[in-house]
């Protein structure tokens, strides 16, 4: 963590521009490069890829609506108010019409984002 979270931060969805992920539209809230201890993103699921992170552990707080979740060879039901935890090495991908809370710790890098082999 970096000396810029010495001090309060304040992010609005509304002034975070939309992109392409390969799990649907993202809006990265709270970003590595901010110096938060973990990253922050609104995702809409749209044509999801299987991936999985060698780093960071993602936790899928479901926001609105609903679909599955594939983790490795199970499927988990996703609904509103569903908290999944998605530790290192889990391939995953989302199918439905589903907007999440996505909290990686550590934070989320590009980096650190592998394709289903």
Do not use: W
Request: aromatic content about 8%.
């Amino acid at each position: 963590m970096s000396e810029n979270f010495a001090r309060p931060l304040v992010f609005r969805r509304d002034d975070i521009e939309l992109e392409r992920s390969i799990c649907g539209f993202r809006q990265r809230m709270a970003r590595a490069e901010d110096g938060v201890p973990a990253s922050l993103t609104y995702l809409a699921v749209s044509e999801a890829e299987c991936h999985y992170h060698k780093h960071t552990t993602e936790y899928y707080y479901v926001l609105e609506g609903e679909g599955t979740l594939k983790l490795d060879d199970e499927v988990s039901e996703l609904r509103p108010h569903t908290l999944v935890c998605i530790p290192p090495g889990v391939k995953h991908e989302a199918e439905g019409d589903v907007k999440v809370l996505v909290i990686g710790i550590p934070p989320f890098s590009p980096d650190d984002q592998y394709m289903d082999e």
